[in-house]
């Protein structure tokens, strides 16, 4: 198991100071606290990604119309030139 690249014993000491510091009684309001905050950061890329996705999906389809115009509109101005 590794979060955030810390291992089983670095999250056990972590564990064992915070015990020592906040007590039992606030612990699990502060594990709460942390889960809540880690929530939203994950909601809050997930929604960043979609977006980004969103954005690019729209890039490419004008890319895509542009190069689908653009010899059709050198032909044109040819003609118009001949």
């Known amino acids: 198991m590794n979060v955030f ?7 056990a000491l972590i564990f ?3 015990l020592l ?3 039992p009684k606030k612990l699990p ?3 709460r606290s942390v889960g809540k905050a880690i929530r939203g950061f994950q909601d809050a890329s ?3 990604q979609n977006e980004f996705q969103k954005e690019t999906v729209q890039i490419e389809e004008a890319v895509k119309t542009k190069a689908e ?11 118009d030139e001949g």
């Open 29 to 31: 309001e502060i594990g």
């Open 5 to 11: 690249g810390i291992g089983l014993p670095e999250m």
């Open 21 to 23: 510091i906040f007590g």
């Open 46 to 48: 997930k929604e960043f």
């Open 16 to 18: 064992i100071v915070a």
């Open 69 to 79: 115009l653009e010899p059709r509109q050198i032909e044109s101005a040819r003609k």
